[in-house]
């Protein structure tokens, strides 16, 4: 007599997957995501620009996660054009601060 194949159970598929096998399946998403980033025209194809986007990427889900944490009244979806444009006046009212204050000290202490 021939041994049979065993056949494959469901048990199987609810195994808990061994750290190992976790690392490879994330190496090969990773892997994958970088090549299709890569062969997007709008990336360059350098693994620095690769890790910023996935860095920003990050940022977005986690303010989108915070978003979705606030009470719907106080929700203020903000683009990332807004967001930056909100840096972006933070900035300048902060340089501007600044200058006025070092002008001030100024024509206190020269004037």
Known sequence: MYSRKKKRTLLTF???TSPRLRRKRRKRR????????A????SSSSYGSYKMQMQIHAKMKRHQKWLNSLPKENQLVLTPYEMFKEKLFMMF???AYVTHLVLFLYVCLYG
Not at 39 to 42: A, D, I, K, L
């Open 39 to 42: 062969s997007s025209e709008e």
């Open 93 to 95: 009212k902060c340089i």
């Open 30 to 37: 990773r892997e994958r995501r970088k090549k299709s980033l």
């Open 14 to 16: 609810n195994r808990p």
